[in-house]
Nanobody
Framework: QVQVVESGGGLVQAGGSLRLSCTVSGLTFGGYVMGWFRQTPGKEREGVACMPWSDYSIYYVDSVKGRFAISRGNARNTLYLQMNSLKPEDTAMYYC?????????????????WGQGTQVTVSS
């Protein structure tokens, strides 16, 4: 059984930083893609960043470029999102996702496995 578990959310002032972590267990094959999404009430889940098994072809949504950095641990089943210069508009529930497909996509329908989410709140 595949499990996806996120951690690291919280409350931070504008301009501050947070680091989200995600661990996937139960996927016996390598090569899978992992990504971060976020969602606010009444809006569609938005792809924030995505990283394939390798370090190539990383995706960021335009609104976080230069502020957020995605990375994977050496075992490749752990995903991180370093969020710097946070803005109130970054406030959302952040989800970690994984797919057995080999390339990134910002579409939430691309991903099969999802975590429960971790709340990030940025105060002004």
């Amino acid at each position: 059984q595949v499990q996806v578990v996120e951690s690291g959310g919280g409350l931070v002032q504008a301009g501050g930083s947070l680091r989200l972590s995600c661990t996937v267990s139960g996927l016996t094959f390598g090569g899978y893609v992992m990504g971060w999404f976020r969602q606010t009430p009444g809006k569609e889940r938005e792809g924030v960043a995505c990283m394939p098994w390798s370090d190539y072809s990383i995706y960021y949504v335009d609104s976080v470029k230069g502020r957020f950095a995605i990375s994977r641990g050496n075992a490749r089943n752990t995903l991180y999102l370093q969020m710097n210069s946070l803005k109130p508009e970054d406030t959302a529930m952040y989800y970690c996702a994984a797919t057995l497909k080999s390339s990134c996509s910002s579409a939430f329908t691309w991903y099969t496995y999802w975590g429960q989410g971790t709340q990030v709140t940025v105060s002004s």
